[in-house]
């Protein structure tokens, strides 16, 4: 293994637990890669207890105020579903019980926000930052097989869409 690839997967396991969705998305793509390519999977368990210990103490509640058009849980969702769909991309699926878990995961919850009218009622009103992260992610995980691209695919791109419709209204 490269000394720098050495030097990157111990750095990746020093960073502290990640407490919340901001945090998941900034640390744990980074870790999983790590322990991916150079690290024979070993912290695949501590990523998952990670993701498992924010799902517990935030999810109902960032899930609650994202479909109450509350802003800052809408921005924390999408955090958390980016984390889900950056760190799935660079899981293996050799370790599928942790793969399945982040695809569930994103399935949980595009599934629960469309039961919930998020995409018809609430995603409209969404902030430039949270349209295009949400977006972003519904359509990587469409790529990545953890959503069906039949279903959420238009509604990943109407975020996106918005984003690039806010931007050049913004212009005129």
């Known amino acids: 293994m490269p000394e720098d690839g050495q030097e990157l997967l111990e750095e990746s396991r020093g960073l502290d637990e990640a407490k919340d969705s901001?945090?998941?998305?900034?640390?744990?793509?980074?870790r999983m890669f790590?322990?991916?390519?150079?690290?024979?999977?070993?912290?695949?368990?501590?990523?998952?207890?990670?993701?498992?210990?924010?799902?517990?103490?935030?999810?109902?509640?960032?899930?609650?105020?994202?479909?109450?058009?509350?802003?800052?849980?809408?921005?924390?969702?999408?955090?958390?579903?980016?984390?889900?769909?950056?760190?799935?991309?660079?899981?293996?699926?050799?370790?599928?019980?942790?793969?399945?878990?982040?695809?569930?995961?994103?399935?949980?919850?595009?599934?629960?926000?469309?039961s919930r009218g998020f995409f018809k009622d609430k995603a409209p009103g969404l902030s430039p930052r949270s349209a295009s992260l949400l977006g972003q992610a519904i359509l990587k995980g469409g790529k990545l097989g953890a959503l069906s691209q039949e279903k959420y695919e238009s509604a990943g791109r109407a975020l996106s869409d918005s984003v690039r419709h806010h931007k050049e209204e913004e212009r005129l």
């Not at 901001?22 to 980074?30: D, E, T, W």
């Open 34 to 114: 790590c322990e991916t390519q150079y690290g024979k999977k070993e912290g695949y368990q501590d990523i998952i207890n990670q993701f498992e210990s924010v799902r517990q103490r935030d999810y109902e509640r960032l899930l609650l105020g994202a479909c109450e058009g509350k802003e800052e849980e809408t921005w924390e969702l999408a955090c958390f579903l980016a984390a889900c769909a950056d760190t799935l991309e660079v899981t293996s699926m050799e370790i599928y019980e942790h793969y399945r878990y982040l695809a569930d995961l994103m399935k949980t919850t595009v599934r629960q926000l469309s």
């Open 22 to 30: 901001f945090q998941l998305l900034k640390r744990l793509p980074l």
